[in-house]
């Protein structure tokens, strides 16, 4: 009875030798998948956000992050947007939180 005992623990804490790359090359696999899963759209993202801040100009409707919709009266130099709401509203508001640019004339079809 000892005999297959001992044998079970020989055979059980037999010390594997496995290739000293496949660490690595797990690793690096991981790596590519966050790459390609988080970081790649991420980037793709901001850089078409980026390119939609460029593009506005005076007169534009947009909509914003909070829900705002209006017109630009003022983009200056800063990155800050002068947003007319209506009439007698205006707001100073950071160009980043711009997050649609909307066709022109939407502001007059709406119903307000």
Same mark, same amino acid.
């Given at each position: 009875?000892?005999?297959?005992?001992?044998?079970?623990?020989? =055979?059980?804490? $037999?010390?594997?030798?496995?290739?000293?790359? =496949?660490?690595?090359?797990?690793?690096?696999?991981?790596? $590519?998948?966050?790459?390609?899963?988080?970081?790649?759209?991420?980037?793709?993202?901001i850089k078409a956000h980026r390119a939609l801040i460029d593009s506005? =100009?005076?007169?534009?409707?947009? +909509?914003?992050?909070?829900?705002?919709?209006?017109?630009?009266?003022n983009i200056t130099k800063q990155g800050y947007i002068l947003l007319v709401l209506n009439d007698n509203v205006?707001?100073?508001?950071? =160009?980043?939180?711009?997050? +649609?640019?909307?066709?022109?004339?939407?502001?007059?079809?709406?119903?307000?």
């Amino acid at each position: 009875m000892n005999l297959l005992i001992s044998e079970a623990f020989a =055979s059980s804490s $037999a010390v594997h030798q496995n290739n000293p790359y =496949s660490f690595i090359c797990m690793l690096l696999f991981f790596v $590519a998948i966050f790459y390609f899963i988080i970081f790649r759209p991420q980037k793709n993202k901001i850089k078409a956000h980026r390119a939609l801040i460029d593009s506005l =100009s005076k007169d534009d409707e947009v +909509l914003t992050t909070s829900g705002f919709i209006g017109k630009i009266k003022n983009i200056t130099k800063q990155g800050y947007i002068l947003l007319v709401l209506n009439d007698n509203v205006e707001v100073l508001i950071k =160009s980043d939180y711009i997050s +649609l640019v909307l066709p022109k004339n939407t502001i007059k079809k709406l119903d307000y």
